[in-house]
């Protein structure tokens, strides 16, 4: 069965990074795409980017282009979200999901992870 | 891109049907059969429910029902229960490796 599990709360300052894990059950990690979404307070869902664990490549929405780094440990199964210049407006639970066969269908979620950014 | 149009809440009385839309444009729901519905319940992660616009996961009941038309994405629960309470997103691929989601939909069973 596939269990995606990511690290634990986060609080930052202002300006801060993050750096957010997901580790993939399962051998199967470098067969699917891993996403990255967030969900602010009361708000909806937001994607953030794609990783192929496979080769590493990496495509990022617009929004986060410069901020927002991905990447993976084959070693462990493990794909890392990293978002840097925190604001407030980043607070959020911040998920991993695997892409299904068509890459852009998220069939397998993480717990969760919330990042608050308060000074 | 723009987030998908979603209604922010729908109702409707246990064992009725209800339907919630989606509208996107010709560069997102229109031009591709990659829409997928999630069900989320407050404090839990999402669900996949359809994917592939009316592709039914293994285990997600038959009650559930995906369509689309145009630019416009369509979600169907028949036989409405008290535990399809919750809200709901769809999702469109949206071209050059991106997607995009709708802003939600909280469904009440009254």
């Known amino acids: 069965q596939v269990q995606l599990v990511q690290s634990g709360a986060e609080v930052k300052k202002p300006g801060a990074s993050v750096k957010v894990s997901c580790k993939a059950s399962g051998n199967t990690f470098t067969s699917y795409s891993m996403h990255w979404v967030r969900q602010a307070p009361g708000q909806g869902l937001e994607w953030m980017g794609i990783?192929?664990?496979?080769?590493?490549?990496?495509s990022y929405a617009q929004k986060f282009q410069g901020r927002v780094t991905m990447t993976r440990d084959t070693s462990t199964s493990t794909v890392y979200m990293d978002l840097s210049s925190l604001r407030s407006e980043d607070t959020a639970v911040y998920y991993c999901?695997?892409?299904?066969?068509?890459?852009?269908?998220?069939?397998?979620w993480g717990q969760g992870t919330l990042v608050t950014v308060s000074s | 891109q723009s987030a998908l149009t979603q209604p922010a809440s729908v109702s409707g009385s246990p064992g009725q049907s209800i339907t919630i839309s989606c509208t996107g444009t010709?560069?997102?729901?229109?031009?591709?059969?990659?829409v997928s519905w999630y069900q989320q319940y407050p404090g839990k992660a999402p669900k996949l429910m359809i994917y592939e616009v009316s592709k039914r996961p293994s285990g997600v009941s038959n009650r559930f029902s995906g369509s689309k038309s145009g630019n416009t994405a369509s979600l169907t629960i028949s036989g409405l229960q008290a535990e399809d309470e919750a809200d709901y997103y769809c999702?469109?691929?949206?071209?050059?490796?991106?997607?995009?989601f709708g802003g939600g939909t909280k469904l009440t069973v009254l």
């Open positions: 990783i192929n664990p496979s080769g590493g490549s990496t």
């Open positions: 999702c469109s691929y949206a071209g050059s490796s991106s997607v995009v």
């Open positions: 999901a695997r892409g299904h066969s068509s890459s852009w269908i998220f069939d397998y």
């Open positions: 010709s560069s997102d729901v229109g031009s591709y059969n990659v």
